[in-house]
């Protein structure tokens, strides 16, 4: 069982940054691909990006790609979100979740924290 707490977020700027952690416990990260998803209200989650920890490679979503940037520390087996150039679009909760490699499905989900960019 993977159990993944998310931390960071608030009130930001327009073209401030922030990060976001993800940390996870019950197991490591190995054979996982992590992703972080957001909801804007009154809209469907949606997938911002992921990295495939074994692997080390990256997917972004086109809506953030050059201002966002995930990683992942092995040692602290914990996933980041940095945040840069911060548009009021980018307005909503964000999600840590995980899935094995071999399958398609996020099973495992964080909590969700709000970030909230004031224009």
């Known amino acids: 069982q993977v159990q993944l707490v998310e931390s960071g977020g608030g009130l930001v700027q327009t073209g401030g940054s922030t990060r976001l952690s993800c940390a996870a416990s019950?197991?490591?990260?190995?054979?996982?691909?992590l992703a972080w998803f957001r909801q804007a209200p009154g809209k469907e989650r949606a997938l911002v990006g992921n990295i495939n920890w074994s692997a080390g490679t990256t997917y972004y979503a086109d809506s953030v790609k050059g201002r966002f940037t995930i990683s992942g520390d092995n040692a602290k087996n914990t996933v980041y979100l940095q945040m840069n150039n911060l548009k009021p679009e980018d307005t909503a909760v964000y999600y840590c979740?995980?899935?094995?490699?071999?399958?398609?499905?996020?099973?495992?989900w964080g909590q969700g924290t709000q970030v909230t960019v004031s224009s």
């Open positions: 979740a995980a899935r094995r490699e071999v399958l398609g499905t996020y099973n495992y």
């Open positions: 019950g197991r490591t990260f190995s054979g996982y691909v």
